[in-house]
């Protein structure tokens, strides 16, 4: 099985992650039983890549850990050390990680940081991304992606919609 590289996060209506101050307190919702399908998503990976701010934010959050029971990977030019011996440090660009990684034997791989996904689809090395849209609007904060001179098609492959107004959007990157 080739190994996906996937982009799976949450946004609200206007395309942010987070607030400005990092806050995601928008996504704070009662949850159903499904999680959005991130729970059958979740035993379909066994990696996860994260940038600096994701990480620092998971163990703000007591995710010391990070995410338990898969590979971890920070990606940060100037954190020093991590907070647990089951998460990797890495100084060196995500495309040279994923590669390394696609050679291996394993499950799906999941970014779960907009600015280790954006410098990954710069580099033609994301696969998919899935958006479940949070139908609030937060008027600023941090973006899907940040901002580039790019120009991504992407192929809708499903959508899904809630009963609370969340709404599933499933794509894949056009190569």
């Given at each position: 099985?080739?190994?996906?590289?996937?982009y799976?996060?949450?946004?609200?209506?206007?395309?942010?992650?987070?607030?400005?101050?990092g806050?995601?307190?928008?996504?704070?919702?009662?949850?159903p039983?499904?999680?959005?399908g991130?729970?059958?998503?979740y035993?379909?990976?066994?990696?996860c890549l994260?940038?600096?701010?994701?990480?620092?934010?998971?163990?703000?959050?007591g995710?010391r850990?990070?995410y338990?029971?898969k590979k971890?990977?920070?990606?940060s030019?100037t954190?020093?050390?991590?907070?647990s011996?089951?998460?990797s440090?890495?100084?060196?660009?995500?495309?040279?990680?994923?590669?390394?990684?696609?050679?291996?034997?394993?499950?799906?791989?999941?970014?779960?940081?907009?600015?280790?996904?954006?410098?990954l689809?710069?580099?033609?090395?994301?696969d998919?991304?899935i958006?479940?849209?949070?139908?609030?609007?937060?008027?600023?904060?941090?973006?899907?992606?940040?901002?580039?001179?790019?120009?991504?098609?992407?192929?809708?492959?499903?959508?899904?919609k809630?009963?609370?107004?969340?709404?599933m959007?499933?794509?894949r990157?056009?190569?």
């Amino acid at each position: 099985m080739l190994r996906k590289v996937i982009y799976s996060m949450a946004s609200s209506a206007d395309g942010f992650i987070a607030r400005p101050d990092g806050s995601v307190d928008f996504l704070d919702r009662p949850r159903p039983k499904h999680m959005y399908g991130m729970r059958e998503f979740y035993g379909s990976i066994d990696t996860c890549l994260m940038g600096r701010k994701t990480y620092d934010f998971a163990v703000g959050h007591g995710m010391r850990d990070a995410y338990p029971g898969k590979k971890n990977f920070v990606f940060s030019r100037t954190l020093k050390k991590v907070a647990s011996s089951k998460v990797s440090l890495v100084h060196e660009h995500p495309a040279a990680v994923v590669r390394r990684l696609r050679a291996e034997k394993g499950k799906h791989i999941w970014v779960v940081s907009g600015s280790v996904a954006g410098a990954l689809l710069d580099e033609s090395e994301l696969d998919e991304i899935i958006v479940n849209i949070i139908p609030v609007y937060i008027g600023e904060g941090v973006p899907l992606f940040a901002a580039r001179h790019r120009s991504v098609p992407l192929r809708l492959v499903a959508t899904k919609k809630f009963f609370d107004g969340v709404v599933m959007l499933h794509y894949r990157v056009k190569r």
